[in-house]
């Protein structure tokens, strides 16, 4: 009898494995190894494979989560044990309640645990040049579904991977038929001349405390509202020439309003990674090195302020899919804690020399996972326990700790539609809002019941304190009296000074009867009065897409320039147009005025204008993040390149041209300043190099001096300094750090100019973003120079790290010029920055519609 038992458990064992042997690899699948020299699989191959495999395999589960940008499927694989794939709604059930646990005492907690499983979440390939996670994604699915060794079944027993093959699938397809189009050419693997991602190129890596894209948001249902993992494994590429590979722990500074066990625990898992991998054979992994986990804006890092262990890892990157050699001697450090490439503690196995090819990114990656997996395997119940109490933690902190919430009246709110806006972002990100039920005061002050109230006692409390508070960016000098050190990313990211919202720091513990609210939007419009006039007022933002709106379809839009209703839209009142002002201002949240109190003398038509914007060769994440906001707000532009601007024909249909943030020499020069010095180096193709040139800078002064507009963004200003005669000068221009330094700063502004209408719509102070160093200097001039706004003289910084206040206080920093029968509007600061500083959209737009 017991070997008729053995048997049949040996003929059910032969018929599982042989189950799984029929799920093809991803060799067999696509006919060469995942890695090889020079061989790429896209987006659409990759989502082929996944549905394949999860069609064979009852380990795998494929889900889209919805479209990208340009509407490829985005996707996550869920991969775990059989059995735990059948309980996964039970699992998920115990992640919430372990992700909030608010009514959880710390025996139910110890219940839960015991069943509970740690969700991995696994995200690759978001910058899209950085490809080789997107080609691990299908070995690694693989593998989930087809090995049966112990390592694997302990992994798979103990933890729910959640895996993201890529998070921007547009730009890994983009990358990967560029690279397959000139493969085997003198442009093989040479920079691909447009964004990655459409709209934010690199800068899709800058989103996610702010949730401005659509994969972002994609991915914050699976990290904030559904699976709420413990673990955040993020893989990056870096440059080819350093250390091969770094994992956490991070560089300095650390952010306060990180739990210290969070971020200790992070650390472990580093460690425990480079052990992993040095005990395996990997060389060249370090930690501590230019990395660091101050600013929240990135994927890896933002978990860390939900109580969640967030791992970035970068290895050093070939040339996209072709492998590179590197001499002894060649190699280098990592920023300024690993100045070189000697053993040290941070670097206890150094890579010293030889071939380096996209398989071995590959390799490594996949080392670095299992070393994640397994280690989450083996402290299954010590990470949840972990990730229960810090979550119980924030909660308990956020009531015996002030701030005890942030109020935002929408009732005391220059722009309630921005206010609504900031309210959304948080939600996004998981944030519990609440609606007062009624009027109330705290101390003299008065709040309407019209407040939104976000209480810190919730589990991400260090999320909603680390982006409703001001930033205090230490001092870090590279060397005593020295430079400051180049911070990871920026230094401020105040989401209320960014989006100019008003709110309340409550400091005391005040009783305030609240209901939870689980959408927020802006609400109906309300129309107010009777008359033959409607009067949009600009201070709501949301009225410029109202305006967009109408003016496309051929309504005549006015601006007053009597005092009552100065700067206001006003549209005449008849029964087509209430239709479509009705019609189009639903849920935009507006107060429009109806009113017979208009001067007719006194108004100005706004003509649709025909706008262009730059996008060179060398790509500008600011030219895309420009596109976005205008798209957001339904205003209509075209796209030009190098070859319209030295087309004069090009201007002839312009009104307005807007150049992105970026140098001098990028405009004028593109490619051709950087210099094809050795033969191994993949030229551009011809049609992609240089830049405007010279004959394009002659074009534009023509547009300009016959009555066009030039908007320069940032950086662009000093193009205009120094390519166009004009009596403005940045006094900042050979400034060094050690002088002046601003990287990623929220500065305030004064408006100097409030007639202009460029200054329309908005209050008389506003807080304003610079990255680059340009404050103007104004001169002599025979004709009216505006300086509309300036930075401030008193308390310039609001937020961030600045150096060298001195030297901008008083300074213009938005400049009207008038250039013979046009003018150019030039920004010492950018108004769109990353799309998230809604306080200065107003100026680009007043541009637009002035």
């Known amino acids: 009898m017991r070997r008729y038992v053995k048997f049949v458990i040996l003929i059910f064992l032969v018929l599982f494995n042989l189950s799984f042997s029929q799920i093809l690899s991803p060799e067999k699948f696509f006919g060469f190894r995942i890695g090889e020299d020079k061989k790429l699989i896209g987006w659409d191959e990759i989502v082929s494979y996944l549905n394949y495999v999860d069609k064979n395999s009852n380990r795998i589960t494929v889900e889209e989560l919805g479209k990208t940008t340009l509407g490829k499927p985005f996707v996550v694989v869920v991969a775990s044990s059989e059995a735990n794939m059948k309980n996964i709604q039970k699992l998920k059930s115990i992640q919430r309640k372990l992700a909030k646990p608010y009514e959880l005492g710390d025996k139910e907690a110890r219940s839960l645990i015991k069943d ?340 810190l006692s919730q589990p991400c409390r260090p999320f909603i304190k680390d982006v409703m508070e001001v930033q205090n960016y230490p001092d870090i000098r590279l060397y005593p009296d020295g430079p400051p050190k180049q911070p990871y990313d920026v230094t401020a990211w105040t989401l209320p000074l960014q989006m100019g919202v008003d709110v309340f720091e409550l400091s005391e513990k005040v009783e305030i009867p609240i209901e939870k609210v689980e959408t927020v939007d802006f609400g109906e419009s309300k129309f107010v009065g009777k008359g033959n006039y409607f009067v949009i007022k600009r201070r709501f933002i949301n009225s410029y897409r109202l305006v967009n709106l109408l003016l496309k379809d051929g309504i005549k839009i006015y601006y007053s320039k009597d005092k009552k209703f100065k700067g206001e839209f006003l549209v005449k009142n008849d029964q087509k147009t209430l239709d479509k002002v009705r019609a189009y201002s639903k849920n935009l949240g507006l107060v429009i005025e109806l009113t017979d109190e208009v001067s007719n003398e006194n108004l100005v038509e706004i003509k649709l204008k025909r706008v262009g914007i730059y996008q060179p060769w060398v790509t500008s994440m600011d030219e895309g993040w420009t596109r976005l906001v205008l798209d957001s707000f339904y205003f209509a532009y075209k796209v030009l390149h190098n070859q319209d601007i030295k087309d004069k024909k090009t201007f002839e249909d312009l009104d307005v041209l807007i150049l992105p943030s970026m140098g001098t020499n990028a405009i004028v020069d593109g490619f051709r300043f950087r210099a094809q010095e050795r033969i191994d180096l993949p030229q551009i193709p011809e049609e992609y190099r240089g830049g405007i040139g010279k004959e394009g800078v002659e074009n534009i002064k023509e547009f300009i001096k016959k009555g066009g507009t030039l908007i320069a963004l940032g950086e662009a200003s000093n193009f205009v300094i120094e390519q166009i005669d004009v009596p403005t000068r940045n006094v900042l221009r050979n400034t060094s750090s050690k002088e002046f330094f601003a990287p990623g700063t929220i500065v305030k502004l004064k408006i100097n100019d409030p007639a202009n209408p460029l200054a329309y719509g908005l209050n008389d102070y506003v807080p304003a973003y610079i990255i680059n160093p340009i404050a103007f200097s104004t001169s002599v001039y025979a004709d009216k120079i505006s300086v509309i706004a300036s930075f401030d003289e008193n308390n310039i910084l609001l937020s961030g790290y600045l150096l060298g206040s001195d030297k901008i206080k008083g300074k213009p920093a938005l400049c009207e010029v008038p250039y013979e029968n046009g003018k150019i509007i030039m920004f010492a600061f950018r108004p769109q920055h990353r799309s998230q500083t809604w306080a200065t959209f107003r100026f680009i737009f007043n541009a637009l519609l002035n």
């Not at 650390?254 to 200790?264: K, S, Y």
């Not at 397994?374 to 402290?379: D, E, G, K, P, R």
């Open 116 to 455: 509970g499983k740690v969700f991995v979440l696994i995200t690759m390939n978001i910058h899209s040049t950085e490809i080789a996670s997107s080609q691990e994604s299908v070995e690694l699915v693989y593998e989930f579904a087809t090995r049966n060794d112990e390592e694997m079944r302990s992994i798979l027993d103990n933890c729910v991977i959640l895996l993201i093959p890529s998070l921007n699938p547009d730009g890994q397809q983009m990358v990967v038929d560029w690279y397959k189009k000139y493969v085997g050419t003198k442009y093989e693997a040479s920079p691909m001349p447009w964004l990655y991602h459409y709209y934010a190129g690199h800068d899709n890596n800058r989103d996610w405390h702010f949730f401005s894209l659509v994969e972002t948001r994609l991915t914050a249902k699976v990290l904030y509202h559904e699976w709420f993992p413990q673990v955040v494994y993020d893989q990056h590429q870096m440059g080819s020439d350093g250390p091969r590979f770094f994992v956490p722990p991070y560089s300095d500074p650390v952010n306060p309003n990180v739990l210290p066990e969070i971020m200790a625990l992070t650390n472990l898992f580093g460690k425990y990674v480079v052990f992993d991998m040095i005990q395996k054979g990997f060389k060249g992994v370090v930690t501590g090195g230019r990395f660091n986990a101050y600013f929240q804006g990135t994927m890896s890092k933002t978990p860390l302020w939900h109580n969640r262990v967030g791992i970035l890892s970068e290895a050093a990157s070939v040339r996209i899919a072709t492998p590179i050699y590197l001499p002894y001697g060649s190699i280098g450090g990592l920023g300024d804690e690993i100045p070189d490439n000697s053993l040290s503690n941070n670097n206890l196995y150094p890579f010293e020399e030889g071939w380096w090819r996209l398989r071995d990114i590959i390799d490594y990656e996949k080392a670095a996972t299992y070393a994640i997996l397994n280690f989450s395997a083996l402290n299954r119940e010590k990470i949840l326990w972990t990730f229960y109490t810090a979550n119980k933690k924030s909660i308990e902190k956020g009531l015996t700790e002030p701030p005890f919430a942030y109020l935002i009246d929408l009732n005391a709110q220059h722009d309630p539609n921005s206010a609504i806006e900031l309210i959304k972002r948080l939600q996004f990100a998981g944030v519990e809002v609440y609606k007062a039920k009624k009027d109330f005061k705290v101390g003299s002050t008065f709040f309407s019941e019209n407040t939104f109230v976000i209480p």
